[in-house]
């Protein structure tokens, strides 16, 4: 019997699935990609499914290329011309989210927005967060930036004179400020201990997100549970139960007008509780939208994760590698700050009307965005059939949009890995997602709804670190000695946390 269960049944499976896909197969080929092997396919390369790893493959295969990960097909995309064919002219079919079983699990089975497929459901969750949670119109979560990038900076004007001459963990500090912007825009002012209890339910998730599960690639073996994985999804889920709820209904139990000033994200979801779902003891709730479309807690928990990993490591490795990338290159850093220094002057800080009149600023953070794209794979799946480039690619298919190679395309860039914004003076090309060489909010339907906001978080921060202080390196380092590897995971960080001595270069005082 346990023969005929752990043998027989899969095998029988896996022939049904090789005849279906060779019957297919005849119509049109799939793309070139490296040979796998029976049964598990190129699974024994997964580790190379990096940015890096498949920029690698397809200098070898090609724009599009093919791998079979055990039951599942899988498609890297690493060139302008097919990105544009996947996001654009065939978006409508490619706008599906592939999510293994965590993730299922994670976002309570596709209730957020950045993992619901395309279709109704989902339009609805991104009008709710392009017109109300991320809108310029939302001005609490500029404020949160304003007020956590100003202390930032009195942080570090600060430091004691024995510190003075100490470097400064840049990436530390550039994550715990994104952490406290989107913190405070989605929950409003909570207290310190709150904030580190969720980073730790966060780094949970972020870990069960990336974890290898044999199911998600031979879904026969998932009722198996064979990694043990249930018993972590469950109380990593619960735990974060537990802490949204209460912030829930401590809001719900506390209710502002619909348009208060400091409303945060929290608050305006709120307005479009299921009234049975926001039942609180002692609370007379009633939901006060005009819309039809009414949102239960779990999609409220489920969007508060999106907002959470979509808007605090991707700014804060974008900040990072804009800090890292200058000081690296002298020239650009004294070109930089000489701007900073004539448009603004050296008795204030930087104003948000400021940013619009810095040129040469804003080439360095498109140079950035492109050498270090913040998410360096789109992850989409199709939703049918489809054909690309005369190359076929099946329904469910999992596609990796390398936005990191593709911003290093040979043919769409001179010398593509040397850092050098000055090609942005006299260019057309921008981030918003006309231009396929040039990625970073991805492009589409499913691309980026924070972007103006993360921008901002970007903009901000990098202007006011330049301009209130001179960096150094530590230690006499040289600027060719910084370490500029990265590691790859839900966004590619600097490997080396960047370190730098900031010394205060204004005439006024920046601790007020
Ligand atoms: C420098 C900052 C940022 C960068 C570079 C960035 C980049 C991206 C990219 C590349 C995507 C996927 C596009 C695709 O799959 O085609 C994405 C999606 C998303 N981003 Fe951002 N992002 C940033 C900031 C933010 C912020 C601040 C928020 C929220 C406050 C946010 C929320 C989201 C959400 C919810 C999605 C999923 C959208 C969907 O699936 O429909 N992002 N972002």
Known sequence: MEFFIFFFIPCILLLMDFTLR???????????????????????????????????????????????????NAFAVSSPEVAKQVLQVQDQAFSNRPAGKAIRYLTYQRADMAFAHYGPFWRQMRKLCVMRLFSRRRSESW??????VDSTVRFL??????????????????????????????FGSTSNSDQSKFISILQEFSKLFGAFNIGDFFPFLGWMDLQGMNQRLEKARGSLDQF??????????????????????????????????????????????????????NNMKAIIMDVMFGGTETVASAIEWAMAELLKSPEDMKKVQQELCDVIGLDRKVDESDLEKLPFFKCCMKETLRLHPPIPLLLHETAQDCEVAGYSIPARSRIMVNVWAIGRDKSAWKDADTYHPARFESSEVDFR????????????????????????????????????????????????????????????????????????????????
């Open 22 to 72: 060779r019957h297919w197969m005849r119509k049109f080929p799939l793309p070139p990609g490296p040979l796998g092997f029976p049964i598990i396919g190129n699974l024994l390369i997964m580790n190379q499914l990096t940015h890096r790893g498949l920029a690698k493959l397809a200098e070898k295969y090609g724009g599009l290329l093919y791998l079979r990960l055990g039951y599942l």
């Open 143 to 148: 404020e949160s930036v304003r007020d956590k």
């Open 157 to 186: 004007a600060n430091r004691k004179n024995t510190e003075i001459s100490a470097p400064v963990n840049v990436g530390e500090l550039v994550f715990n400020l994104t952490t406290n912007i989107i913190f405070r825009a989605a």
């Open 244 to 297: 949204i709820d209460s912030v829930i209904d401590d809001h719900i139990r506390n209710p502002k007008p619909n348009d208060a000033v400091n409303n945060d994200m929290v608050d305006d979801m709120i307005a479009f509780l299921d009234t049975e779902d926001a039942a609180v003891a002692g609370t007379s709730y009633k939901n006060d939208s005009q819309s039809s479309f009414k949102i239960t807690k």
């Open 433 to 512: 997602g006309g231009f396929y060489e040039f990625i970073p909010f991805g492009s589409g339907r499913r691309s980026c709804p924070g972007m103006q906001l993360g921008l901002y978080g970007l903009e901000m921060t990098v202007a006011q670190l330049l301009h209130c202080f001179t960096w150094q390196l530590p230690d006499g380092m040289k600027p060719s000695e910084l370490e500029m590897g990265d590691v790859f995971g839900l966004t590619a960080p600097l490997a080396v946390r960047l370190k730098a001595i900031p010394t205060p270069r204004l005439n006024c005082s920046i601790i007020s």
